[in-house]
């Protein structure tokens, strides 16, 4: 993406350091006129502090409505003159003052013309200043063109730069994790059974939903309650198990006897929070399963955790519970979350937030915390904000409490006067209250005394009344000691939000939100390695990593967020290390086929490990997919089945309306004798299949499945866009129709789900990457309810990588069978044959012509019921070419057939998009046309 430059100048050549002779920094401004569609323009205005751009220089050679020639050297073509790369300070305001980030919004700037200042490379520029002064041409003055590349690119700067600063540093990897990283040794060595510290005693929070859910959690293992009263065996509950040691035996040393399998559970009762609703603990809902909860167990202890987790297994719901238990059970340790993609960052962290965690000790570093589905900013400035507010918030409680005690002054001006106040004031009236309430050893207590002697009560009129209940003593000073928890933990945040009133500016008080609030600090590996040196600078410390989505990960960007801080005295202070991920699903993208294939960059680190036998907890009971579609995928995992409610809750038992299967391949032919196209090399298209695919979605909608419940996948990206012109064509302006929720491949889907999937896998001469199992289990695993695959039939049957789920999918028709009768939601059973008759659909025009005539009809009744005037016609399916010699108007969408490039050059990895990185079509679809 690029924009003429308006304006260049140099605005600053700073003084060479001592023993240099290039200037320490050059910096520039660069005018550009951003009169673009908002989208397009929002990108440019979004560059932020250190993104790299290019500067051209381009004097064309060629005349309007030339056309390039592939087959001849670039340059000379397009006349490419100078090339220099700079890096992003920021955006001037109207008084020329770079705009910085922090909490404060970002100034609107009127008009369309955007200055932006720029890092020039100091070496570069004093290479071409010395050549000016040779008479050669100033470069400087010669720039026409500024170009960026797409925000997920333009990270390689920074990761070089931390590869290279992680060359040239003494990093030190824990030592129990050394070995293991190498590849040699035992490679079950860092595996918690086989480590020296392991924690016998740990409590489990919410972890188990009863007492009955723990007996069944641990089934090989007795499990001995330490009270004999069956009513105060209620969660939670902390468990100690034997430790089982594993050193080496020395010479004539007897082998140590194997730990007894007896697990000690103690229940205990969580301290009452005060008299507040919003003070009561968040629970967790989630029944684990055994295999879920020694994942949670390992990942507890210390040492390296590696979960394999299939398709819909609870692999978030089980890294969030190890947070929240490292959370409770460590509260001095901080825990760092390291994912793939921003999504499943967010999606991690919408769960921790419903769990029991302070959201104060909460922090979302990097770019996607805009897409957090919350009204909370859990970015690094606003939790600034937050902490600001909240601070407001609790010296007005202090207000309120000065004010129901009766004491004079302004205590609560500062966290300072407020800490005093509660030292002098509030403290004392407690412990006073507690020396004469309690009751005489051997005696029970007063009831009335309790409430009579309480020095809060007044401060606690806003509570539901009445607050003490009068029924026990103990009862009423549990509540009364729950009230002073209240008091005392509104002293306590405002005690650690007392360095926000010294600290001034929002850069210091968000890198002390970072180095000492925070306990849970959130990205994406890519911002590790774009921010370690920051990261490292500030003084970042944390002692357990988790990571999600690990099989998705490049090995050097798992291997950076190891190293994000410094060894202190030559030890890293990293504890534990959980590994979530799937390596039977899609790996690493690495665009460059042959570092892909000869290099052997696409195995993760996650990969690695496993192939090397490190132990691993495989996770073997899924909850998202109906059984007969689990099926499809189970055969590639070891074990693989159902959750109890995939076979019990309604949505599973009730059949897909208007669909005799619940899943179903079919068999698509050629339309008007061509099967897949190809306008451009590695762009495969198909307009059987697409039709296909939209008059089924078109059908859907009409029977009442709402748009949002059904996503279109595919294959390759020339189908996705290929697919996204035909709805556009045919229903997406429609409101009776619309869009559905996404449009997208196979590989950008990885990780999501709904309910309904359409798949294309439009080729019909070759197999293609499909051959890759990893592919074909993500494609059969995205479906809850119902799955729909579109497909040349004989081409993938005869696939033997395949054979396993097409042998299922082949065993049923392969045409479309429909029952036009019913609507959504389905009142019939999954077991059930259809309300009224089948409609077996032969071909895609087939198809078409009847949704164009089940559209009519459904208008008319709708009309008549209604009075409402005639909506929108839909356009005339495409029709089968009487005989190729007669001219015939082409269909609605076709595709443009564009000039052949020789296949001499590599093939592009099939998850890489060199188009779009939208999945929706709808509105923003539409503006890009």
Not at 51 to 62: E, N, Y
Not at 565 to 586: A, E
Not at 631 to 652: A, F, T
Not at 787 to 808: D, G, K, M, S, W
Request: glycine fraction near 6%.
């Amino acid at each position: 993406m690029a924009q003429p430059i308006i304006g260049f100048n140099v605005v600053e050549v700073a003084k060479p350091n001592i023993g240099e002779n290039h200037p320490a920094q050059v910096r520039a401004d660069i005018t550009v006129n951003l009169n673009l569609r908002p989208q397009i323009k929002a990108e440019w205005e979004m560059l932020r502090k250190h993104d790299v751009a290019f500067l051209i220089t381009v004097r064309p050679v060629k005349n309007y409505g030339w056309k390039y020639i592939h087959t001849e050297p670039f340059i000379p073509q397009v006349g490419l003159t100078y090339v220099r790369g700079c890096e992003i300070e920021g955006m001037l305001d109207a008084d020329g003052r770079v705009i910085e980030e922090g909490p404060d919004p970002k100034p609107e700037l009127k008009g369309d013309t955007r200055t932006y200042r720029v890092w020039l490379d100091p070496n570069q520029y004093q290479q071409d200043m010395s050549a000016t002064v040779e008479g050669k041409e100033d470069v400087y003055e010669t720039f026409n063109v500024i170009m960026r590349r797409k925000p997920k690119e333009n990270n390689f700067k920074a990761v070089l730069e931390t590869i290279r600063d992680l060359m040239n540093t003494d990093c030190v990897v824990p030592d129990w994790l050394h070995d293991i990283i190498l590849g040699y040794g035992d490679p079950g060595a860092a595996h918690y059974l086989k480590m020296d510290n392991q924690i016998a005693s740990l409590d489990w929070n919410d972890t188990f939903l009863s007492y009955d859910h723990l007996r069944a959690s641990f089934p090989g293992f007795e499990v001995k309650p330490k009270v004999n009263d069956p009513g105060k065996l209620v969660p939670p509950f902390r468990l100690t198990f034997p430790i089982q040691t594993s050193g080496k035996r020395k010479h004539g040393e007897e082998a140590p006897q194997e730990a007894e399998k007896v697990i000690a559970v103690e229940p205990h009762v969580i301290p009452n929070r005060g008299p507040y609703l919003y003070s009561q603990p968040k629970r967790n809902a989630v029944p684990f399963t055994p295999t879920q909860i020694e994942a949670i167990k390992a990942g507890t202890q210390p040492g390296l955790t590696v979960v394999v987790g299939p398709p819909g297994t609870g692999k978030t719901d089980v890294a969030v519970q190890i947070i929240s238990n490292l959370y409770h059970n460590f509260p001095d340790q901080r825990t760092l979350i390291v994912t793939h993609s921003n999504q499943a960052l967010n999606q991690l962290f919408e769960k921790i937030m419903a769990l029991d965690v302070d959201e104060r000790h909460l922090l979302r570093l990097g770019h996607g915390e805009e897409a957090l589905e919350t009204e909370k900013d859990f970015s690094r400035y606003g939790r600034v904000n937050y902490v600001l507010s909240q601070r407001l918030e609790l010296l007005d409680e202090v207000a309120r409490l000065q004010e129901s005690l009766g004491v004079p002054g302004d205590v609560a001006y500062t966290c300072e006067t407020a800490g005093h106040f509660y030292l002098y004031q509030v403290l004392s009236r407690w412990e006073e209250f507690l020396s004469k309430a309690k009751a005489p050893a051997g005696k029970s207590g007063d009831v009335f005394k309790i409430q009579e002697l309480f020095p809060f009560s007044k401060f606690f009129e806003n509570a539901p009344q009445p607050l003490f209940k009068g029924r026990s003593y103990e009862e009423d000073l549990d509540i009364a000691e729950g009230c002073f928890r209240h008091i005392r933990k509104i002293f306590t945040q405002l005690e650690e939000f007392r360095a926000f009133e010294l600290l001034r500016s929002g850069a210091d008080r968000s890198r002390y939100l970072l180095v000492k609030e925070a306990k849970i600090i959130a990205m994406t590996c890519t911002h590790a390695a774009l921010k370690r040196r920051d990261l490292v600078q500030v003084g970042f410390k944390y002692d357990n990593i988790m990571m999600e989505e690990s099989a998705q990960i490049l090995e050097i960007e798992t291997f950076i967020p190891l190293l994000l801080q410094n060894p202190q005295d030559g030890y890293n202070r990293l504890k534990r290390w959980i590994m979530i991920g799937d390596h039977h699903q899609l790996p690493p993208v690495i665009k460059n086929m042959a570092f892909q294939k000869f290099s052997n960059m696409e195995q993760s680190l996650f990969t690695r490990f496993v192939r090397l036998g490190v132990p691993t907890v495989d996770l073997d009971a899924q909850g998202r997919a109906r059984g007969s579609l689990c099926n499809l995928y189970n055969w590639r995992y070891k074990i693989l089945g159902n959750l109890p409610h995939v076979s019990v809750w309604p949505e599973y038992r009730a059949a897909n309306p208007g669909f005799h299967f619940d899943f179903q391949l079919i068999d698509v032919g050629d339309f008007n004798r061509v099967g897949e196209s190809e306008p451009n090399p590695y762009f495969y298209q198909n307009l059987a299949e697409a039709e296909y695919v939209v008059a089924v979605f078109m059908y859907m909608r009409m029977l009442g499945y709402p748009s949002e419940k059904i996503s279109i996948l595919t294959t390759y990206n020339g189908q996705k866009h290929l697919i996204r012109d035909v709805i556009s064509q045919r229903c997406g302006n429609n409101p009776l129709i619309g869009w559905p929720s996404k449009v997208t491949t196979v590989d950008r889907f990885q990780g999501q789900q709904n309910d309904y999937i359409l798949l294309s896998l439009v080729r019909t001469k070759a197999v293609g990457h499909l051959r890759d199992v990893r592919r074909l289990v993500v494609a059969m695993s995205r479906a809850r309810l119902g799955l729909y695959i579109f497909a040349r039939v004989a081409l993938f049957q005869n696939c033997f990588e395949l054979t396993p789920a097409f042998n299922q999918l082949t065993a049923r028709p392969m045409q479309l069978h429909l029952a036009p009768s019913e609507l959504y939601p389905s009142s019939r059973k999954i077991d059930e044959p259809p309300n009224g008759p089948t409609l077996i659909i032969e071909d895609m025009p087939h198809m078409a012509s009847f949704v164009y005539d089940f559209y009519r009809n459904k208008v008319e009744m709708i009309m008549q019921r209604t009075g409402h005037q005639q909506p929108k016609v839909l356009q005339r399916p495409p029709q089968k070419k009487a005989t190729p010699s007669i001219p015939q108007e082409t269909p609605a969408v076709t595709v443009v057939e564009q000039p052949k490039v020789e296949k001499d050059m590599m093939e592009e990895h099939p998850g890489v998009d060199s188009d779009s990185d939208e999945e929706k079509g709808g509105e923003n679809e539409e503006k890009d046309k």
